[in-house]
Structures are given as structure tokens and as C-alpha cells.
């Protein structure tokens, strides 16, 4: 019981919220617009219920002993009143489409702002095919809620109350009190059945849920299941999926059955009381056969629509589910937020300083243990270190995608965790290690640094990124499209979009994480020289497992299992004879044995 109320709290709760993006505040318009299609659905509605007096009197002037003409205005009445029955109803679908569009429209654009102001954290643990199709499924629960209640619900309650009113007043009450019965059996078994088949709907959303995820999660990775053999292995996964929606499934569609025949049973038994008490009424005289044919075509009126009604609360409360996980999106709170009154980032010179920074993604693992350094204005700071050793954190942490343990990050004396992190993102560029580009052009990709750059500027980045001549040779030159995350360019020509992209940025304090790692020892010494020109007038932090890419740094530091063990620059580390003189000899031992692996010609 306590679960089922539950449900019921967050459905109302589900309503109250999409009700505001019915009357949206400022919106003047769209309030006189919802007005004006409310006004028309009640002109609708009067002229229908009163369709079939017009029908009643053509009947009875029909029947009557001595007819001397034929009941030409009623019957041309009857024809009128069902046009503009329509009309009406079809200008109040016009005048709402305004307001439901318009909601459904906020709703998703809310949403969407919101997915993209969480955390890091939240994105790294969800699923985006999981969250694309709750975005999805969630707008047109919408479009269904609000379609169902404007267009079918609320015209249906309308003509419920007039043509209850109108036997009650027009024939006895027992016609009134019979049709009320009906109507009440057929809400609490249809509410009844539909409640009992919600559980396998939400079983057939999350198998879906997780057969979508399965699905583009393998798309992304074709690659890698090519390079593996696992086909079979990913059919696997995904029928698994799709075989716990099918038993869902088909165990939804018994109960709809069910549903269906037994609405159809108290529908039947209803219309034939009613119509038993009518044809009573004639043979008794006090009904006319009109009365019998009035009664039957109000009962039909209001059946059919009754009759829909049980698809129709189906629809409506697969779609507050759908709309509810998605204002649960709109309701998480991210975890980094701006503190009450930041201020934006004032950048004057670009030192940046880590001072005794700690920091963990999980309570169990420390990543990084009381880091300090400081990289000043136009200087570069090189990391290096093993893999896991909590280089890369550094970037994330310097563009605040997490708040720290303990410690803190300023650039030019001033708190990160106290400014808005809009501004230090503006004022930080980053080549990552893992480029990840937009289903686009490489012109569009490139342009993205700076969306409002000139095309002489995007060209300029892309030449001192190394990666003009090569667009330019294309049949179809920047407008070329890359693919999904880029899988139609090589890693090197990624990396290099990705460089000309912060190029184009042009940002004060820029961070290299692996930025020529997927390159080629020729086009790295080219890459090289460009970023070494980008990152002369600006304070650079170049993460590094390549050694050859840091020597002319101005201090490097090793990092290892979250602590820095040696700094200095490249002369003095191998002076040292230490942590990184040891993995210098390594790589070089290992570009020595390249070399000597190379066939002469």
C-alpha cells in the first residue's frame, strides 16, 4: 500500500511541475492561447451533447401519424452541428499545439542545460544510450500526458457531467444513476488491471534502457570488438536484454487483454440497462421512439470515448513515469557547484599553483597526496610518471570538474572553488589524451574552440597544428565529415584537430595531457616545435609519458603513486640519477631498438 501511495505522491507531484510549463510565467500569449482552446473545447462539447436533440426531433417528426413535410431544418441542423462540432474541436487542438509544444520544447532544453551542468562523476557513471532514451522517452510522455488530457480526458469528464445532467433532468434518474454506475465500475477495474500492469511496463523501459546502452556501447566500441572476435559475445549481451523485454512483454500484453474484455463487459451490460429502460419507457408511452434513439446515441456518444479511456490512462501513466525520471534529471543536484557570490576569474598574468592538494575518487583509493608546485605566467611545468600515478587528475582538477580533498588550486592568487567555474573553463585549454571529436566537419570540430572565430583564424590553428595541408587534400577539404567520435581520422589526425582546437581557443593557462601520444616521431618534432611556439606566451601544463616531449620544459616533475618524488629540469633529473633518469634510459633503449628493427632498403 505504502509503495502504491508513493507513486501516487510523485505522479501529482509529476503534474504540478508540467503544469507550470502550461502557464508559463511572462508568457502572456501562450496563457490566452490555452484560455481561448479551453473556450473552444466547451463550445465543442455543448454543441455535440446537443447533436442528438436535433436527431430525436428529425425521428419523431418522421414517426408521427399525419407527417405533412419533411423535416428539412433539423436534419440540415443535424449536419451543421456536426461540422462545427469539429471545427471547434479542431481549432482548440490548433490554439493548444502552441502551449504543449511549447512545454514539451522548455521541458527538453531544461534538461539537455541541466545534463550538462552535473559533474564529471555523474556522466562517468551513467550510461548515455540510458540517458538519451530517458530524455526521449520522457519528452513525449509529455506530448502523450498533455495530447490525452486536453483532447480526450478532460472533453470526455465534460461530456460525462452534461449528459448525466441532461437524463437526469430530461428522463428519470435511474437513467442517470445507471449510466454514474457504469462509468464507476469501468474507472476502478481499468484502474485496477492498469496499476497491476505498470510493474511489466517498467520491466520492458529498464530491459530497454539496458539494451540500448548495451546497443550504442558497442557501436562506440566497434573497433575494439572487431579487434577482439567478440561479436557473438556482444549478440549475447544484447538478446539477454531483449529476451527479459519479451517476457515482459508478452506478460503486458495478457493483462491488456484482460483489460479490453472487461471493459468490453461493463460497457455492454450498461448500454443494454439503459437501453432496457428506454424501450420500457415507449411501451408505456412515456417516451417517443426519438427518446429511445436519443438515449442510445448519448450512450454512444459517451461510450466510445470511455472506450478509448483505458488506452488513454495506460499512455498517461507509462508517460508520468517517463516524465518523472526525467524531472529526477532536472532535480539532481550536481556535486560541484559555484559557492554563493563567486566572482568571475580575473586573469592578469596566468600563474597557476597547486598548494598541498589531496584528492580521491573513491574513500578507498587516494590518488593524489599533498601535491604542491607552481607553474609562473608563460612557463612550462611537465608531469611524468607511470600510468595511474595521478597525472591526468590534475587537468580534471584544474578545470574543477571535482572539488579536492584538502588543499587548493589557485590561477593568479585566486581560489578556483571560489570563482565560477564558467570562467575558469574559459580561461584553461586542454589537448587530452583521448580526443574525442563531434559527428561533424573538421572544420566544425576545429571552430569549437572558439564557435565565433573567422575561417582565416580556424585555418591559421589548423597550420600550426599540422593539419591543414592534409584537410585541404580531401575531396571534400575542412567539410569533411570525421564520423562518430571521430573513427574515420587517424589518432594522429585527431590529436592534431584537437591541438589546432586549443590553438583556437587561445586561453591563457593551456594543458597538454599525452598531447602528441598518438603521433609518429616525424610529426611529433613538427607538433613539437608549434606547441612550444603556442605555449611560449602562456603558462602550460604538459602531462607527459613520452620523455622526448618535455626536455626543453622549465621544470618537470615525476609524479609517482600520488606524490611528487623529484623535480627539476631535464639536466638536473638526470644529474640526479634517479626516478627519471631511470625511465630516460628505458625509453631511450627502447627507440634504439625500434631503430635497429628497421630493415635498410
Known amino acids: 500500500m505504502k509503495p502504491e501511495r508513493n507513486e501516487n505522491r510523485e505522479q501529482w507531484r509529476t503534474v504540478r511541475t508540467l503544469s507550470r510549463y502550461l502557464w508559463p510565467k511572462k508568457r502572456g500569449d501562450l496563457k490566452l492561447k490555452f484560455l481561448s482552446a479551453f473556450f473552444f473545447l466547451l463550445v465543442a462539447k455543448g454543441i455535440n451533447v446537443y447533436v442528438p436533440f436535433l436527431y430525436k426531433g428529425a425521428i419523431d417528426a418522421l414517426s408521427a401519424p399525419n407527417i405533412l413535410m419533411l423535416p428539412v431544418w433539423l436534419i440540415v441542423g443535424y449536419g451543421v452541428a456536426r461540422v462545427l462540432t469539429q471545427f471547434f474541436g479542431e481549432f482548440r487542438d490548433y490554439l493548444f499545439a ?29 550510461q548515455t544510450g540510458g540517458l538519451s532514451r530517458v530524455i526521449e522517452r520522457g519528452t513525449h510522455g509529455i506530448q502523450f500526458v498533455l495530447s490525452f488530457m486536453a483532447f480526450n480526458i478532460l472533453p470526455t469528464i465534460i461530456e460525462i457531467a452534461l449528459v448525466t445532467g ?76 531483449l529476451a527479459g523485454y519479451e517476457k515482459a512483454a508478452v506478460q503486458s500484453q495478457l493483462g491488456l487483454s484482460l ?18 429502460l428506454a424501450a420500457a419507457g415507449v411501451m408505456e408511452r412515456n417516451m417517443t421512439v426519438g427518446d429511445f434513439v436519443l438515449v442510445n446515441t448519448f450512450l454512444m ?32 543536484e550536481p556535486d560541484i557547484k559555484d559557492q554563493p557570490g563567486a566572482k568571475a576569474l580575473l586573469i592578469e598574468r596566468g600563474d597557476v599553483e597547486f598548494k598541498n592538494v589531496s584528492f580521491r575518487y573513491h574513500p578507498e583509493r587516494p590518488i593524489l597526496k599533498d601535491v604542491s608546485f607552481t607553474i609562473p605566467s608563460g612557463k612550462t611545468v611537465a608531469v611524468v610518471g607511470s600510468s595511474g600515478s595521478g597525472k591526468s587528475t590534475l587537468a580534471r582538477l584544474l578545470f574543477r570538474f571535482y572539488d579536492l580533498e584538502s588543499g587548493a588550486i589557485f590561477i593568479d592568487g585566486q581560489d578556483i572553488s571560489k570563482t565560477l567555474q564558467s570562467t575558469v573553463r574559459q580561461a584553461v585549454g586542454i589537448v587530452p589524451q583521448d580526443t574525442v571529436l563531434f559527428n561533424d566537419t573538421i572544420f566544425y570540430n576545429i571552430l569549437y574552440g572558439r564557435p565565433a572565430a573567422s575561417t582565416d583564424e580556424v585555418h591559421t590553428a589548423a597550420k600550426h597544428a599540422k593539419i591543414h595541408d592534409f ?34 581557443k587561445n586561453p591563457p593557462v593551456l594543458i597538454f595531457d599525452e598531447a602528441t601520444s598518438a603521433l609518429d616521431s616525424h610529426t611529433e618534432k613538427q607538433i613539437q616545435n608549434s606547441l612550444e611556439e603556442v605555449a611560449r606566451t602562456r603558462t602550460t ?3 607527459a609519458h613520452r620523455l622526448s616531449t618535455v626536455v626543453r620544459s622549465h621544470e618537470i616533475l615525476v609524479l609517482e603513486d600520488g606524490q611528487i618524488v623529484e623535480r627539476g629540469n631535464h639536466s638536473q633529473l638526470l644529474s640526479k640519477q634517479g ?23
Open 98 to 126: 502552441y502551449v504543449a509544444q511549447h512545454a514539451q520544447r522548455v521541458v527538453g532544453l531544461e534538461t539537455f542545460q541541466h545534463l550538462h551542468q552535473l559533474s564529471l562523476k555523474f556522466h562517468l557513471e551513467r
Open 166 to 241: 441532461i437524463l437526469w433532468y430530461q428522463f428519470k434518474p435511474i437513467f442517470a444513476l445507471v449510466t454514474v454506475i457504469t462509468i464507476v465500475f469501468y474507472i476502478a477495474f481499468t484502474l485496477a488491471v492498469t496499476n497491476w500492469r505498470i510493474k511489466y511496463r517498467k520491466t520492458m523501459n529498464d530491459r530497454d534502457n539496458e539494451a540500448s546502452s548495451k546497443a550504442v556501447d558497442s557501436l562506440l566500441n566497434y573497433e575494439t570488438v572487431k579487434y577482439f572476435g567478440n561479436e557473438q559475445h556482444e549478440y549475447h549481451r544484447f538478446d539477454r536484454a
Open 259 to 276: 483489460l479490453n474484455l472487461g471493459q468490453g463487459v461493463i460497457i455492454g451490460a450498461g448500454l443494454v440497462a439503459v437501453m432496457y
Open 301 to 332: 456518444q459517451l461510450y466510445l470515448p470511455l472506450n478509448f479511456l483505458g488506452f488513454v490512462y495506460r499512455e498517461m501513466k507509462q508517460g508520468l513515469v517517463d516524465m518523472e525520471k526525467m524531472f529526477e534529471l532536472i532535480r539532481t
Open 471 to 504: 584537410a585541404v587534400r580531401l575531396p571534400e577539404g575542412y567539410e569533411t565529415r570525421v564520423g562518430e567520435r571521430g573513427l574515420k581520422l587517424s589518432g594522429g589526425e585527431k590529436q592534431r584537430v584537437a591541438i589546432a582546437r586549443a590553438i583556437l
Open 541 to 543: 601544463l604538459m602531462i
Open 579 to 601: 626516478k627519471y633518469a631511470a625511465m630516460w634510459e628505458k625509453q631511450q633503449a627502447e627507440e634504439r631498438e625500434k631503430q635497429e628493427a628497421v630493415p635498410v632498403a
